[in-house]
């Protein structure tokens, strides 16, 4: 006859028990830091990429003999008169072409109604403006743009943005001026026989993220000049403020550039005609395979080794958790899990293997 099977107990020690709701406890409260704080982490992830950018003008300052506070007060004051020039060079036409757009629209409008112009189709055919009049009887006007109660939104967030803007600029400044200092210190706590280990790590991820901060910039700077110029050229009333535009969205990668020449050459076959609006089309086309054929292979160079296929499944997984931030976030983040990994990898197939 078989033995009958014993029953198995398995038991945990109370202080197992306890540490893992601890740490269960400490990930809640985490996360629950991370949702209530989320504008400030959002600050501080811009003003570390920001300063990231500036490091290399910092270094070289001091390189030529000053001190690390000295060449930090010189690097931001020099990133806020730039700033403050190129307000000064491009703020007034902007303020101009926007509001010469906005009285524009109402004939634009108008066309549409009565089914001219280049987008007359969408009433001849589709009757976009009868649907349109019939949700705003049923609806609203606020319950169709979804804008009732604006006001006290807008100011708010026009506070937020002026705070944030403040935030983010002291927040630069004291990483810049204290960041090296606070990170040779973190360095100072490991073991000294993992100390190496991080030292090379930290060197990669600077390089990686530093890199690709600054050549995003110098791209989508590149991008919104190149737009002015053929904006110009075609004779378009509103070639600053689209450039402004394309630069700014520019930023975001993959789909920033997309977005951009739809909006752009949207306006383009208002403003300009088919015949114009279709050189503008092209003039994306050309321009988008020139960035991403030799631009940034040249502006990256080495600092960020990542496949097409990581930059998108990052970039989509950036955006889904923290939008337009977590698109922009989203490479130099794949930059450092990968170069983390790529030394943890190559620390464990240089360890001898055990006879």
Request: proline content about 4%; cysteine-free; glycine content about 10%.
């Amino acid at each position: 006859m078989a033995n009958a099977a014993q029953e198995r107990v398995v038991s945990f020690r109370p202080r197992t028990v306890l540490v893992v709701l601890g740490i269960l406890l400490a990930s809640l409260a985490l996360l629950t830091l991370v949702y209530l704080a989320w504008h400030i982490i959002t600050w501080i992830l811009i003003a570390v990429f920001l300063a990231l950018a500036l490091d290399p003008a910092v270094e070289f300052f001091q390189r030529r003999g000053l001190r690390r506070g000295y060449a930090t007060g010189i690097v931001f004051v020099l990133a806020i008169g730039l700033i403050a020039g190129l307000g000064f060079l491009l703020v007034p036409p902007l303020v101009d072409q926007v509001r010469s757009f906005v009285d524009y629209v109402p004939q634009v409008i108008d066309d549409v109604t009565a089914g001219r112009g280049p987008f007359g189709f969408l009433q001849t055919e589709y009757h976009i403006v009868d649907r349109v009049r019939e949700a705003i009887d049923k609806q609203g006007a606020g319950g169709v743009l979804g804008i009732t109660g604006t006001g006290l939104a807008v100011a708010r967030g026009v506070l937020t943005a002026v705070a944030g803007v403040v935030a983010i600029a002291f927040l630069t400044f004291f990483m810049l001026l204290d960041g090296r200092r606070m990170v040779e210190r973190f360095y100072a706590f490991l073991p000294d026989r993992s100390r190496p280990r991080w030292q090379r790590i930290g060197t990669e991820v600077y390089r990686t993220v530093g890199g690709y901060v600054t050549g995003n910039i110098l791209i989508s700077v590149i991008a919104g000049v190149a737009s002015a110029v053929a904006l110009f050229v075609l004779g378009s009333d509103y070639a600053i403020a689209l450039a402004v535009v394309v630069a700014l969205l520019d930023l975001i990668p993959l789909a920033g550039a997309t977005l951009a020449a739809v909006l752009v050459s949207t306006v383009a076959f208002v403003e300009l005609g088919w015949v114009k609006g279709v050189i503008v089309v092209v003039f994306f086309v050309v321009y988008q395979q020139l960035e991403n054929h030799i631009l940034q292979p040249v502006i990256y160079g080495r600092t960020v080794q990542l496949t097409p296929l990581v930059v998108l499944v990052s970039v989509l997984i950036g955006a889904e958790l923290a939008g337009v931030l977590g698109a922009l976030a989203a490479i130099p983040v794949a930059g450092i899990v990968q170069a983390i990994g790529r030394e943890f990898l190559s620390n464990r197939e240089a360890a001898p293997e055990p006879t």
